[in-house]
């Protein structure tokens, strides 16, 4: 009679609907077409460049905000909107980030002016920075089961992956049979599709932190994340390292950054609990992700320079010789659950390291003839590694964070995306203009203000050897490829030691994949009153009698 009665109950005390594989997995699919969109805004942009500037004439700083103001604007306010999202609630946030991004879309499809635009652009950053986070604390909350979980992840990745590529090529389409404005128009059908789904599917969330949200902390959190992003993207500009529109808003960024780690750590209710940089997966996840980054971001800019000044190749030849390392990418990100498993994120993220350090010391023996197969296989070795040691690292730095902060968890992983990619641009655009500019600055026949001026880049060598012809032109030509393929070869040097350094560094993750509870959401250790002799005494005393002792946990996956 007991045992019908429990049935009866079991029957009628169904699971939620996200307990039930189909709606996570549904779930799965709404937020990995919101990063679909959002990883599409970040790129597609840049084809559609030259027509904006024949229609919109801006001035020259007017089309690097155009560029610019995107990612400055998502950068600098993820930790504050990935904060809100565990207040408010993280549906709530990302259904704002819907409405925002549409409108905002709107708005730069149909702008009269390169201010318009900017402006806009920088609406749509604001509302990446609502998507962006909320996508993945949401995974982390529908996904508690850490295998699924690292399969949802690898999905996440892969799309972010085919969305950076197809961007480009999308965007030339819609440029070549419409106008320029329809890049951004075509965010307006999806965010309507998205909007309805959302509110239905995704369930609501927030985090466990009492106490009111620290709203000076958060803006103290956006002002030095954007003084650190513009620095570092003045110093990847060319600046140099004393110009005060680098120097200054850096100096200013981080400033701030310490001034908010030092208010977290003193308030009762923190937006970030900073402790978890105390623990060493976390803290080496998050390293982890900068220097994949700052690698990938670094090497796919002086690639695309390398395809096109140096090989000749048109813009889609050059898109088509990239496709390897965005298919190589998708295929880690989809095998990254079972590699995890088999491997644990130690070897893992290390692994990919070392792998990618391999590709790039492959690429190291390009020179000025094309030779098509070493850079299919470098870029396929390259895109595998990197996403995998990105995929490992992800899932290592989001199992590592408390559910209640999982927002907050997602904005730093994003964050340090952002800054990876921004470092990568400066540090390795340094290097690669510190060995090119020499090789052009003596050249015979040629000026000292033109071979300061063909010393830029090569692009600009190119311009100015046309403008001279004749020996002078043609032996400056020669000059400034041979000096980019010098550069390159440093570069992608300098770049395999960083990624070596990555790989020490990820020796400190945990061997295995632990598929119990998360050392996060582990219940807390005792209050340091009860470690007191007298407060054991009488907890013994008071004491009932043992209970039996409960099952082992199962062996974590290896």
């Known amino acids: 009679m007991t045992r019908t009665t429990e049935a009866g109950q079991a029957r009628t005390a169904a699971p939620p609907p996200l307990d039930r594989p189909a709606g996570r997995w549904a779930v799965l699919v709404v937020l990995c077409v919101s990063l679909l969109i959002v990883a599409l805004d970040a790129t597609v942009l840049h084809v559609a460049v030259p027509a904006l500037t024949e229609d919109l004439r801006p001035g020259a700083q007017d089309l690097l ?7 400055l604007v998502a950068a600098s306010l993820l930790i504050l909107f990935g904060t809100l999202g565990d207040r408010i609630g993280r549906r ?8 925002l991004f549409g409108v905002a879309s709107a708005l730069a499809a149909f702008a009269p002016d390169a201010h318009t635009l900017i402006a806009a652009r920088a609406l749509l950053g604001a509302g990446g920075a609502m998507i962006m986070p909320a996508t993945l604390s949401i995974l982390r909350q529908v996904f508690p089961d850490r295998r699924e979980r690292a399969m949802a992840i690898g999905v996440w990745s892969a799309v972010a992956a085919v969305g950076a590529a197809i961007g480009p090529v999308l965007g030339g389409f819609l440029v070549e049979h419409f106008w320029w404005g329809s890049v951004f128009l075509v965010n307006i059908p999806l ?12 369930p609501e969330s927030r985090g466990g932190a009492d106490g009111p949200w620290d709203v000076l902390g958060a803006v103290t959190a956006a002002a030095g994340l954007l003084g650190t992003v513009l620095g570092i993207k003045h110093l990847g500009g060319g600046e140099g390292f004393l110009d005060a529109s680098a120097v200054v808003p850096l100096l200013a960024g981080l400033a701030l950054l310490v001034l908010f780690v030092r208010r977290q750590r003193r308030r009762e209710h923190p937006l970030i609990d900073v402790g978890m940089f105390r623990r060493a997966a976390f803290s080496t996840s998050v390293g982890c992700i900068v220097l994949a980054m ?20 048109s813009p889609f030849q050059t898109g088509l010789r990239l496709l390897p390392l965005t298919f190589a990418a998708m295929a880690a990100g989809l095998a990254g659950s079972r590699l995890l498993h088999r491997f644990g ?19 190291a023996a390009m020179g000025q003839t094309d030779r098509p197969w070493l850079l299919t296989t470098g870029f396929v070795l390259l895109g595998f590694g990197l996403e995998a040691t990105l995929f490992g690292a992800y899932e290592s730095m989001l199992s590592e964070s408390p559910a209640k902060q999982a927002g907050g968890a997602a904005a730093i992983g994003e964050t340090s995306y952002q800054l990876g990619a921004g470092l990568g641009i400066a ?31 090569l692009g600009e060598a190119y311009d100015v050897s046309g403008r001279l012809g004749g020996s002078g032109g043609a032996a400056l030509r020669q000059a400034a490829r041979n000096s980019f393929v010098t550069g390159l070869h440093l570069t992608l040097l300098v770049s395999a030691g ?21 050392y ?3 219940p807390a250790a005792p209050a340091p009153e009860a470690d007191r002799p007298a407060a054991r005494e009488a907890d013994r005393q008071a004491a009932p009698a043992p209970a039996p002792a409960p099952a082992p946990d199962p062996a974590p996956v290896r």
Request: proline fraction near 5%; hydrophobic fraction near 60%; include cysteine.
């Open 65 to 71: 905000w155009i560029v610019d103001a995107y990612p």
């Open 92 to 99: 709530k946030v990302l259904l704002c980030g819907y409405a």
């Open 345 to 363: 994120p130690r070897r893992m993220v290390s692994g990919g390291f070392v792998l990618t350090a391999l590709a790039v010391l492959s690429l």
């Open 520 to 522: 996060a959401d582990r």
């Open 498 to 518: 960083l990624l070596l350094i990555g790989a020490l560094a990820a020796l400190r993750l945990p061997r295995v994949m632990e598929c119990g509870a998360s």
């Open 427 to 457: 540090l390795l655009g340094s290097v690669m203009n510190a060995a090119y500019a020499p090789g052009v600055r003596h050249t015979p026949g040629v000026s000292a203000a033109d071979s300061a001026a063909a010393g830029r880049s």
């Open 191 to 202: 965010m309507a599709v998205l909007l309805p789904l959302g509110r239905m599917l995704l």
């Open 294 to 313: 700052l690698a990938l971001v670094g090497l796919e800019l002086i690639a695309v320079q390398y395809l096109q000044l140096v090989l000749g190749l």
